[in-house]
């Protein structure tokens, strides 16, 4: 069945550093999803991608769309401690159905 | 409304009663998903609706689980029977136009089930 993975599951960093996500549909994704969920708090959409190969920028967070359309990407550059969170990417598939990765939780040590 | 809200934020039961959960999405929003989340996991998906009518309800885990929106705005996720596994986060969503063209979904705050 449709499966959206994602990795790492969490992912320790020092203030400063980078940081990056990634995401892998087992088939492909009419377009992806990506959002941020705080410590307590509930999903908050960040950004959409539809296009094969599409980048987008964010400020610090460049994400990225994979040819195939099968998987995704999400870079932080320069960590900030606001960043941390955990981060969850959403496809929707050919039949109009969100499938939430697992998420990456993110620390950020100041 | 500002937001999503969804009520109670926090319901414990016992395992075999029955329990209704509320959503009431941003005004003007057609489209409204329920998920549940469990700890460490993403949203699952359990039912989407596109106005009134139920667009895919493929993902309610059982015939335990049920959902209305009688009016096209207010939902009500209804769970019949509680087990213990039912224990999760259920978060509900809202978005203007739904899936078909990928639109921004809202989350509410969520309401946390507890069956003991």
């Known amino acids: 069945g449709q499966q959206v993975m994602q990795i790492p599951q969490y992912q320790h960093v020092q203030e400063g550093e980078d940081f990056t996500t990634y995401c892998n549909s087992s088939t492909t994704l009419s377009n992806i999803q990506w959002y941020k969920q705080r410590p307590g708090g509930h999903p908050v959409f960040l950004i959409q991608l539809v296009k094969s190969g599409e980048v987008k920028k964010q400020k610090r967070l460049t994400f990225q769309f994979g040819e195939a359309k099968k998987n995704s990407s999400l870079h932080i550059t320069a960590t900030q401690t606001t960043d941390v969170g955990t981060y969850f990417c959403a496809g929707l598939n050919n039949f109009n159905k969100f499938y939430f990765g697992s998420g990456t939780k993110l620390n950020v040590k100041p | 409304g500002a937001g999503v809200s969804q009520t109670p934020s926090n319901k414990v039961t016992e395992k075999g009663k029955y329990v209704e959960l509320r959503c009431d999405p941003i005004?003007?929003?057609?489209?409204l998903y329920w998920y549940r989340q469990s700890l460490g996991q993403g949203p699952e998906f359990l039912i989407y609706f596109q106005g009134t009518g139920a667009a895919d309800d493929s993902g309610l885990p059982n015939d335990r689980f049920f959902a209305v929106r009688p009016e096209g705005s207010v939902s009500t996720l209804k769970i019949q029977r509680t087990e213990r596994g039912d224990s999760a986060v259920y978060l509900c969503?809202?978005?203007?136009?739904?899936?078909?063209?990928?639109?921004?979904?809202?989350f509410g705050p969520g309401t946390r089930l507890t069956v003991l």
């Open positions: 005004s003007g929003h057609t489209a």
């Open positions: 969503a809202s978005s203007l136009s739904g899936t078909a063209s990928g639109d921004t979904q809202y």
